[in-house]
Every structure is written in C-alpha cells, then in structure tokens.
C-alpha cells in the first residue's frame, strides 16, 4: 500500500505547473475560456469577432481562439439560457441573461481563478518573447528598485517616473507611428 501512494506523490509532483496539450503549453486551463467569455458578456453586450479579438489582445496575439471554438461556445451559452443575442447592425450581439449572472455568481470564484491564471500566462507570454536587450534592461531596473528603496532623494522619484513614462509612450505609439496595443488590466 505504500508503494502506491508513493508513486501517486511522485506522479503528483511530475505533473507540469503550465497545462499541456500534445506536448506544447496550453495558454488556457481547461474550462477558462468558457469563464472567461461569459464574464466578459456580463460586463457589457458583445458580438463574437470582439469576444475573439478582446482574448487575443490578453495574450498579445500569442492565442486566438478560432471562431470554430467560439461560436459554438456561444450557442452553448444561448443553448443554457445564459446569454440571448439578436441581430444589431449586421452583428449577433450576446446579452448576458438573468440566468448567466447567476451562473456567474455561482462560479464567481472560479471565474476569477480562471481570470488570475488568464493574466498570469499572459505575462508569462509577454515575459519570454521580450528581446534579451529588453529582459536585461528590465531585470536591471528591478534590481535598482530593490537596492534603492526608501532612499529617494528630492526629485529623483519624478524624474525616473518620467523616464518610465516616455518609454511607455514610446511602446503606446504616442511616440511615433506604432500600433496602440491591447493592454490587460489585472484581474481583482
């Protein structure tokens, strides 16, 4: 009996901390993304290309669910009573229902499981696709932060926070003609 409670703890720890599918990292845990669209539809109406454009976005264009998973998910959504769309300017728009906000008010800790795991392999994504000149300026500025804590001296703080701005403009496109990116907002 021991032998195999053994082998089950050591199969527990091998098991990979990224999900897996044929080898190859999943981005999405299974059943997030079915969360992650209903929660989604309950901020606000959407149309199905703007679901798949809104995920895509989270993941900087790393993962986009094909309309061949998203459709159907949202006619299982409509097939629940969770969500009703109707035709607005040429576009089925999905409304959540009162029957979805209470499926996501039952699931709301799971929804926001599936929103931290979300946000997490996004930046896991964005973190391993930075340029190694990116990666060793950043890891050197977070270096700095933590030997300088609570030593800043009289403008020092404004002027880095400055130098910080302009890089963000300059990765924004206020800078010059460069695409204005989608950019995640941390789950609650």
Same mark, same amino acid.
């Given at each position: ?85 109707? +035709? +607005? ?96 907002? +941390?789950?609650?």
């Amino acid at each position: 009996m021991a032998r195999t409670s053994t082998a089950k703890a050591r199969k527990e720890d091998d098991a990979p901390a990224v999900p897996r599918r044929n080898g190859q990292p999943r981005v999405l845990s299974r059943g997030d993304l079915r969360l992650l669209v209903l929660a989604l539809i309950g901020e606000q109406p959407r149309h199905g290309y703007e679901l798949i454009q809104h995920i895509s976005g989270l993941f900087m264009q790393a993962y986009t669910p094909s309309a061949g998973t998203m459709y159907p998910l949202l006619a299982s959504f409509e097939q629940a009573g969770w969500v009703a769309s109707a +035709e +607005e300017d040429g576009r089925r728009v999905f409304r959540i229902t009162a029957a979805g906000e209470f499926e996501l008010k039952v699931q709301r800790t799971q929804v926001r499981l599936a929103q931290r795991r979300a946000f997490d392999r996004a930046r896991e994504i964005t973190k391993a696709s930075l340029l190694p000149p990116l990666a060793t300026a950043l890891r050197e500025f977070k270096q700095a932060l933590v030997r300088h804590h609570g030593r800043w001296s009289e403008g020092e703080a404004e002027a880095v926070a400055e130098q910080l701005s302009r890089a963000s403009a300059l990765l924004n496109g206020a800078l010059g003609n460069g695409p204005t990116p989608v950019t995640p907002t +941390e789950p609650d």
